[in-house]
Every structure is written in C-alpha cells, then in structure tokens.
C-alpha cells in the first residue's frame, strides 16, 4: 500500500455501528443522549459497515483506539472514546475481541482497505479517578499510579520522580519538562525509558500488526521524548513497511513553539496537519483571504522533507465539525469546497465519519458533541466528491506525489497547480461573485474538463482561460505516459538496515535496481508503480541517504531516506551543565545524531535528551547554543559516550565500552579538565602496564 495514493476515513468505533448488541452494557445508553456513556458501536459493526466505506473509495480506515479500557467512569464519563488503557494486549470487550479485529482487517484486505489503529503509548488511563492508573499485562496486573508512586525514585538526571509512571504532577507550563515528563490532564504518564515500559508498550503495538493492521495513529506525540518514539517506530517498521502517523497539537508552526523544532531537525514521521486546520475552516466557514491562506499552506509544507506523507482533514474528534461551526446561509457550499480543497492539498486527506452525511450535533459543539452518532448516506454531494476525488488520487501521479505552487490568489480567488512528470492538477476556487481568470499555464493546447462539475477550460499557446462561479472549485488535470522512473515517496521514510521499504512512484518499468546511499539494495517486489526492497547496510555518518532507481537505462530523482546506523536504543543523553546557561544542542558523527538536537534543562543541573543510539558503538558530539529559527554557535566543546539506556558524556574517550565517567561541569575554564585528565591518563597508564 502506497499511502499518499489512498484516502483515510476515521471512525470513533463506539459511535458508527452497533453490531454486536450483546457487548453494549455496562456504562450504555441506548438512547444516545448521554454524550459521556457506550452507544454500542463496535467491530462487528463495522465489519458490516465496510462495503458503505468501500463505496466511498477510500482505501484506508484510521479507527479510534480498541485496547481494554478501563471498567469505571471517571470525571463523569465512561471510556468509550478508548484514550483510558488499562491493558495493551486486550481488545475493551465493548468493542469485541482479537478475532474480531482480526476479521476486520481480513475483509477490509478483500475490499482493497487497510486498517490503521488509533495507539496511546503516552499515558494509560486517569491517575487520581476510575481506577487510579490501574495497569495490567494481558490480564494480569502489573501496578496502579498509587502503588507506583512507592516504588519511584529521583532520576538524578532529569529530576523526575519515576518507575512505571512519572510522578510529577499535571502539566502546569506546556513547554520543556513538563510537557515531556508530567500528566496530561490528569492522565497516567507513562516512563518509557523503563524497559520494561519500553518493551510492554512495542509488544502492545505488535499484536495489532501481528492481528493485520497496516500502520498507526500515535496519540500526543507531543508529550513524550522524541528519540523514544524514534526507537518505538523502528522497532515496528521490522515488523514490515507500515505508515505511522503522529498527533502533536499545536494550533501554529509559530517558531517559539516546540513544534518548531520537531519539524526542523526531526521528519522522522508524519503528523496530523492540525496547525493549518483552523485556518482553513475559518477562511471558509467565516470571513477570510485564499491569498493568506496560500501562503500560510505554503509556508508549512516547506518544513518538510515529504509534504505528501502529512496527514490532512477538516473534521475530527478533538475539533467542532466545520458545519456546526459555520453559520452562514451558503455554509453548505462552503463546506463542499473545504472538503475539496482537503482533498487536492499535498498530504493525505482524512475523512471523519459523516462528513459524507453532513453529520452535526443538535446538542452541542466541542468535545463530546463531535462525535454524534453515525448517519448512513452515500449520495449526497459530499460524498460524490468524496468519491469522485479519491479515484482520481489512484490514477493521477501529481495528486498523490505532485509539488505545491500559487499561480494566482487574491482574498477570494485561488489556483493553484501540482505536478509530477508527465502528471498535472490544477485545482482554482472563487469565494467571490462570479468571475472570468486568465492564467499562465504550462499545458498542452486544448479544452480540459474539471473532474467534479465538467466545466471548461481551454489553453493556447500557454495562457488558461476559464470562468469560476460563486463558491465554484474545479480540479483540471492530465495524466500522461510516465517516460522515466520518478520517485514519489518511500513508505517508511526512516529505517535501519535489514529493514523493508516501499517506493511508490511511477515510470518504474518492470525490472532495475535500486540503490540506497551508494550500495545495491535486495528487490522483494517490482511493478510499474512500487517497489520493495531491503535496506542495506550502509556507512554513513549523514542523517539522510539517498534513494534512486534504475530501469530501462535511466535513473530516477534522489529521494531521502533517515538512516539509522542499527542495533538501536533509547538512551538518555546527559551533560554536566553547571557552568552552561542558554538553549543548548548536540550534533555527532553518527547518523542518529548527524542533525541537531535540542536538551533539556534539568532541576539537577543537568542538559538531557532522549536519542536512539546503537548499543555499545562509541561516538562523539559537539555542543551549540542557540534559539531553533537562528543559525547554532559552535561551542568548541566535544564530549564522547558509548551508546546504552543512560549516556553521560565525558570530556574523553571512554577508556573501554564498559565505564562510563561523569565529567567535571563544562565552562570557558580549561582549568578544571586538567585534573581530570591527568588522573585518566596515570590510571590507563597504571593498567596498561599491569597488563603487559
């Protein structure tokens, strides 16, 4: 599966369909009026409800979370929304069980759908209501937030109270520690350096992919450690090439939030475009210039490195749906050119269940009432286009892999065009009264039909003209023979050797090579449109290595691949920062840390960041300070470390893989090294010559 070349429709699985009525109580109310209880949907339903999806032609369905939640209402609401684990290798028996996930995957497979899970490694259910954090391993149970709350203990490094959870309290400042290493509303904080955390929460993500799944939704990717989720997703990419995608709320790319530095030196998953969603609803729900709002997209899509794998949508679960949101007489139109545009964007479009069904609470707006019950209908205008746009996205290359550019915008027209090779889209919507637009436009000489409403256009001689009706949206576009082999996307983009990767593109032939950082790699698979191989082993020390083919005596565009050396895991990375002040980074000589990364301040005096590292390889860093958005000063400060579960960083060497020595606080004095230094090199004398 080429993801950038499907559709994705959400499902709230306790809200769709109630298939199995014999798993509806307790916590159920069958008249769906109460937004906080069970409703009763579940698996069986929507296995039922699958050739209606089908029908849609989405080919991917992302489903709200399914482990065993927990057995108590907490804060006047049962779990049905599934964000309250208790046990990540059960499936919540409201819902069903593993073979019933199992045989949703199965006949979704037969309908050329995939499944993608809705999976929350940062938290488990509420720390101080329900039960308490209670925690269990495949029914067994492990602890609760109380009884690990005896267990923890100070990290001397980072100043959290930890063992199974972190006991730090609810985020008060969302920004730096807390925002890594306290609860989330109260929710239950997982400490995923605990090993056993480590390797309870990656077995728990197995069991979906072992049961059929094809990828995942990771829930606030925002509130835990980077270089974890790094190691969690490699972990899962040996499973096979599955898409990952990541939830981090934040309203902006404003460039003092901590989003801003997850774009600029880590693209090592997809995320959920929630920053350009409020823009986009209100620019045409209320009042609001496409000019801006052209620019705003563009300037997102520029963090990057694949601006087809992110994720977009117009409705949620977490947001109001764009129709209870607008109050206007023609939000109707509006909305089908929302829903159009979200579909053309470069990205991968979301659907939420019932946008199709212009679906909308009468009780309410926010959370809970965005997640009304669902309401069956496919021939709707919403739904046409839907349908209409996501077959196009199976056959048209620039839809699916095609570059971002304005040809025109002022505050209520917009064209804009996509291209790949021999592929075009030209997508141009007015907002205003109706109008006559002359575009230069690189196309053939013709007459071109939109795909949606068949209206015209015709070029000569590199000039476009057509005419846009009030509230019009038209998607014009050619599809061409592909001459030579492009590359669109590579599916996952990050991977460590041994691992597989899927090429999708175009042009590709029937056979070739494919070379990854300058060695031939092993072809699983080959057709015209995606390849599979195996990543080789490869000596780099750069974060991103390229990816091209070779077929019919031509080769293709250098696509990017984060490459990890291998052997990978989380370590936390501390330095001795007493003497240090200021925004500090990190950058290395191997490819986890060949890009900057950003430490953490810590109440003990420490700098701290979490980083996949191969186990047991020695490797160097230097140090910067600096703000994200300005160019990094160099430190002129190297410190070594070997790679394992906790790292200090020592001034030296490490004397052999099995010591690791805390040095003396970093500062401008070369003073205190000195002794330090004179002591390492008496000591490996002393047992140099004890050795002989």
């Known amino acids: 599966m080429v993801p950038e070349r499907g559709v994705i429709y959400q499902v709230m699985i306790d809200r769709f369909y109630d298939g199995n009525q ?63 684990t208790r046990d990540y290798k059960g499936i919540e028996e409201h819902f069903g069980d593993w073979s019933d996930f199992k045989r949703l995957t199965e006949e979704a ?50 100043g959290s109270r930890e063992a199974v959870y972190h006991h730090n309290g609810d985020i008060k400042e969302w920004r730096g520690f807390q925002l890594k290493y306290a609860n989330l509303y109260g929710l239950a904080d997982f400490n995923q350096l ?37 190691s969690f997703y490699l972990r899962l990419y040996s499973e096979r090439p599955l898409f990952i995608y990541g939830e981090y709320y934040a309203l902006s790319t404003d460039r003092t939030a901590d989003l801003y530095d997850f774009y600029r030196y880590s693209n090592v998953s ?31 899509y520029s963090l990057f490195v694949y601006p087809n794998k992110q994720v977009n949508f117009l409705d949620s679960h977490d947001l109001v749906r764009f129709l209870n949101m607008a109050d206007r007489r023609d939000k109707m139109e509006r909305f089908h ?42 021939t709707t205008e919403a739904a046409r286009i839907i349908r209409t746009l996501a077959e196009l996205r199976k056959i048209n290359d620039a839809l699916a892999f095609g570059n971002f550019r304005t040809l025109y915008a002022n505050y209520s027209t917009w064209a804009f065009e996509r291209t790949f090779g021999a592929h ?15 575009l230069n436009l690189d196309w053939p000489d013709g007459v071109y039909r939109d795909a949606l409403y068949n209206a015209e256009m015709a070029v000569k001689d590199g000039t476009a003209t057509l005419t846009l009706q009030k509230d019009g949206f038209y998607v014009f576009h050619i599809e061409r023979p592909q001459e030579r082999p492009l590359i669109g996307s590579l599916t996952p983009s990050t991977a460590r050797p041994g691992q597989e990767i899927l090429i999708g ?49 031509k080769r ?12 990978d895991v989380p370590a936390l990375v501390v330095i001795n920062g007493t003497n240090l002040r200021g925004q500090l980074w990190i950058r290395g000589n191997i490819s986890e840390l060949a890009e900057p990364r950003p430490l953490l301040r810590s109440s003990r005096g420490y700098y701290f960041t979490v980083v996949p590292l191969p186990n047991g390889t020695v490797f160097s860093v230097r140090l910067y300070r600096g703000l994200p958005w300005e160019k990094l000063e160099p430190l002129n400060v190297t410190l070594y470390g070997i790679g394992g579960r906790t790292v200090v960083l020592t001034l030296e060497p490490p004397v052999c893989p099995t010591t690791t020595v805390v040095h003396s606080p970093i500062g401008t004095n070369p003073v205190p090294y000195i002794a330090p230094a004179v002591l390492l090199l008496i000591v490996a004398t002393v047992v140099f010559r004890r050795r002989g």
């Open 22 to 84: 014999s798993n509806d109580d307790p916590f159920y109310d069958s008249n769906h009026r109460n937004y906080r209880l069970y409703w009763g949907g579940d698996l069986e339903g929507l296995i039922d409800k699958l050739d209606y999806i089908k029908s849609l032609g989405v080919s991917m369905i992302w489903v709200s979370p399914l482990d065993d939640n927990i057995n108590r209402m907490a804060s006047g609401s049962a779990p049905y929304h599934g964000y309250w």
């Open 109 to 158: 497979r037969k309908r050329g759908i995939c499944v993608i899970v809705d999976y929350v490694p940062n938290h488990a259910g509420p720390a101080t209501d329900g039960e308490f954090g209670s925690l269990y391993d495949n029914g067994t149970k492990v602890t609760d937030y109380y009884k690990d709350a005896k267990k923890a203990r100070l990290n001397p490094y980072t």
């Open 194 to 230: 605990n090993p056993w955390v480590d390797s309870y929460l990656t077995d728990g993500a197995r069991l979906f992919v072992e049961n059929g799944a094809c990828g995942f939704r990771i829930d606030a990717a925002k509130h835990m450690d980077l270089g974890w989720l790094e």
């Open 270 to 300: 997809p995320l959920l475009a929630i920053p350009i969603r409020g823009d986009m609803a209100r620019t045409f729900a209320f009042l609001g210039s496409l000019k801006d709002l052209s620019e705003e997209l563009s300037s997102y």
């Open 337 to 378: 050119m929302a829903l159009a545009l979200t579909m053309t964007l470069p990205g991968i479009p979301v659907i939420y269940y019932g946008d199709e069904s212009y679906l909308v609470s009468r009780d309410g707006k926010g959370d809970p009432y965005n997640r009304p019950m669902m309401v069956f209908n496919n």
């Open 424 to 438: 075009k889209l030209l997508v141009t919507m007015n907002k205003g009264s109706p109008r006559d637009l002359t």
């Open 505 to 553: 593109g175009a042009g590709f032939g029937e056979s070739g090579r494919v070379i990854v950082g300058g060695r031939e790699a092993e072809v699983l698979s080959w057709n015209s449109t995606a390849i599979l191989v195996r990543v080789p082993k490869v000596e780099t020390s750069s974060a991103w290595v390229n990816v091209t083919v070779e077929s019919n005596g």
């Open 556 to 567: 293709s565009n250098p696509a990017k691949l984060r490459y990890y050396s291998g052997n």
